[in-house]
């Protein structure tokens, strides 16, 4: 019956919410990266993509004491905007994943992105697991690094406790408002059912981030197999155009099924008509760092779903963001590709 369990591919899960969340800074603290820090004004303003090989998830987690065993070959995660101008930017980060984190400021709690994002997740039937972060700034919290988010609230004194129910109890509320149910996700033995998880985070100190990877991989696998199960068929979204120096106009990608070669005839929607070309450079950034980074590349001669990844060719110049790529096959006729490039 389990046939399929070696042929997963990664789960894409997206990360959304109200600005400044710190929805990068949680996968700078799963990274050990600081891409935050150099963003113009902190702010993202562009879609991002890292891969996270099951080998890390399986290292950050392993004080849960889960059952190790980990189907899917890893985790991409897709980071978006939340400042307001990019609604744009975050629907099609949300139309791409299976899964998605949805960042509230336990400080804060739902704000007017916090909300849109809840409407695109709710439009698509995404599930979606909430990080309730920052919770390093309740008043006099004690650091437990990296500890997972039980054994962390276990350390604290009986006022942050009580701040932290008084915040979450808000919160819940807030989005039953929404009319979203919620509940931490230790107590949430329905998950995904009717009630979403709410997972306590802290992305400066790490507590809470074993539990948020964990949740995540545990929850794909077992209930999206059929959805992860490896296709051949080429399923393929242009993220950003970007013109990097030594590269020409590059493509950033998010590959969702299929596998790309280097070599392969691809047809994308071009500003001036359909743009065929032939993959002249698979790229992809190291894994745990971020696509949207400039750093060194790794070079492939074939890339497997799910990945994001940069791909030179000649004429990407007038190509358009939020598009599909197509492959065309031996059988293929180019113009009904060109045709369907151009109906996006
Ligand atoms: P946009 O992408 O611009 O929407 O913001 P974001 O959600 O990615 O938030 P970002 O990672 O830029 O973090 C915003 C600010 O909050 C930064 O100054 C972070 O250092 C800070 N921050 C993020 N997470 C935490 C946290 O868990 N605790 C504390 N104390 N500060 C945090
Ligand atoms: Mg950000
Ligand atoms: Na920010």
Redesign the pocket.
Same mark, same amino acid.
């Given at each position: 019956p389990n046939q399929n369990e070696d042929n997963l591919r990664s789960p894409i899960c997206c990360i959304m919410?109200? &600005? %400044?969340? !710190? =929805?990068? =800074?949680?996968l /700078?603290c799963i990274r050990g990266t600081n891409v935050?820090e150099g963003?113009a004004g !902190?702010?993202?303003q562009q879609i991002g993509a890292t891969y996270f090989p099951a080998e890390n998830i399986r290292e950050r987690t392993k004080e849960l004491k889960a059952d190790a065993k980990l189907k899917v070959p890893g985790l991409l995660v897709i /980071?978006?905007?939340?400042?307001e101008s990019f609604t744009n930017l975050r629907s099609r980060g949300s139309g791409l994943c299976d899964i998605a984190i949805l &960042?509230v400021d336990i400080m804060h709690g739902l704000e007017p992105q916090t909300i849109e994002s809840l409407n695109l997740l709710k439009m698509r039937n995404t599930e979606f697991i909430v990080a309730l972060? =920052? &919770? %390093?700034?309740l008043y006099g919290w004690k650091v437990c690094k990296n500890a997972p988010i039980v054994k962390a609230m276990k350390q604290q004194s009986k006022d942050v406790q009580f701040e932290y129910n008084t915040r979450l109890t808000q919160i819940v509320t807030q989005f039953k408002e929404q009319g979203i149910n919620t509940e931490l996700y230790y107590k949430n033995k329905e998950m995904g059912k009717d009630t979403f998880s709410i997972v306590p985070?802290?992305?400066?100190?790490g507590e809470g981030i074993p539990d948020m990877l964990l949740l995540l991989v545990q929850w794909t696998q077992k209930t999206m197999i059929e959805r992860l199960t490896y296709s051949n068929v080429v399923q393929c979204t242009v993220l950003e155009v970007k013109v990097v120096e030594g590269h020409g106009t590059t493509i950033d990608v998010v590959l969702v099924n299929g596998v790309l070669h280097e070599g392969d005839q691809i047809v994308v929607c071009g500003m001036q008509g359909p743009i065929v070309t032939t993959i002249r450079a698979l790229l992809t950034p190291h894994p745990m760092k971020e696509l949207r980074v400039k750093g060194t590349y790794l070079h492939h001669k074939e890339i497997k779903a799910a990945q994001g990844i940069k791909i030179t060719a000649q004429g990407f110049e007038h190509a358009i963001a939020g598009t599909s790529l197509y492959v065309v096959g031996p059988d293929d006729d180019v113009e009904d590709i060109k045709e369907a490039a151009m109906e996006d």
């Amino acid at each position: 019956p389990n046939q399929n369990e070696d042929n997963l591919r990664s789960p894409i899960c997206c990360i959304m919410g109200h &600005v %400044d969340t !710190g =929805k990068t =800074k949680l996968l /700078d603290c799963i990274r050990g990266t600081n891409v935050q820090e150099g963003e113009a004004g !902190g702010i993202t303003q562009q879609i991002g993509a890292t891969y996270f090989p099951a080998e890390n998830i399986r290292e950050r987690t392993k004080e849960l004491k889960a059952d190790a065993k980990l189907k899917v070959p890893g985790l991409l995660v897709i /980071d978006t905007p939340g400042h307001e101008s990019f609604t744009n930017l975050r629907s099609r980060g949300s139309g791409l994943c299976d899964i998605a984190i949805l &960042v509230v400021d336990i400080m804060h709690g739902l704000e007017p992105q916090t909300i849109e994002s809840l409407n695109l997740l709710k439009m698509r039937n995404t599930e979606f697991i909430v990080a309730l972060n =920052k &919770v %390093d700034r309740l008043y006099g919290w004690k650091v437990c690094k990296n500890a997972p988010i039980v054994k962390a609230m276990k350390q604290q004194s009986k006022d942050v406790q009580f701040e932290y129910n008084t915040r979450l109890t808000q919160i819940v509320t807030q989005f039953k408002e929404q009319g979203i149910n919620t509940e931490l996700y230790y107590k949430n033995k329905e998950m995904g059912k009717d009630t979403f998880s709410i997972v306590p985070t802290s992305a400066i100190s790490g507590e809470g981030i074993p539990d948020m990877l964990l949740l995540l991989v545990q929850w794909t696998q077992k209930t999206m197999i059929e959805r992860l199960t490896y296709s051949n068929v080429v399923q393929c979204t242009v993220l950003e155009v970007k013109v990097v120096e030594g590269h020409g106009t590059t493509i950033d990608v998010v590959l969702v099924n299929g596998v790309l070669h280097e070599g392969d005839q691809i047809v994308v929607c071009g500003m001036q008509g359909p743009i065929v070309t032939t993959i002249r450079a698979l790229l992809t950034p190291h894994p745990m760092k971020e696509l949207r980074v400039k750093g060194t590349y790794l070079h492939h001669k074939e890339i497997k779903a799910a990945q994001g990844i940069k791909i030179t060719a000649q004429g990407f110049e007038h190509a358009i963001a939020g598009t599909s790529l197509y492959v065309v096959g031996p059988d293929d006729d180019v113009e009904d590709i060109k045709e369907a490039a151009m109906e996006d």
